[in-house]
């Protein structure tokens, strides 16, 4: 299973390939999204468009935010 992590001030966010072939955004356990490929993922999360308010709120408040899935850890 293929995975990146992103420590944010709103909470550690992940992106797993999903058994389906999709990659599925979380937050802890919980799933904001399923995209079709990591990169697009990871764009939502550096736009602050995920449906996780606590993310979403920081737009343009917090300094060093990963604009691209390369800035991600892959695990």
């Not at 919980?30 to 995920?50: D, I, K, M, N, W």
Request: a negative charge.
């Amino acid at each position: 299973m293929l995975l990146w992590v992103y420590r944010s001030a709103a909470g550690t966010f992940s992106i797993k390939q999903n058994p389906d072939g999709r990659y599925g955004l979380f937050v802890g356990s919980e799933c904001f999204g399923s995209y079709s490929t990591p990169v697009q993922a990871a764009e939502y999360v550096s736009l602050h468009f995920t449906g996780c308010s606590e993310g979403d709120t920081l737009d343009g408040k917090v300094a060093g935010e990963p604009t691209d899935l390369g800035e991600w850890k892959k695990v």
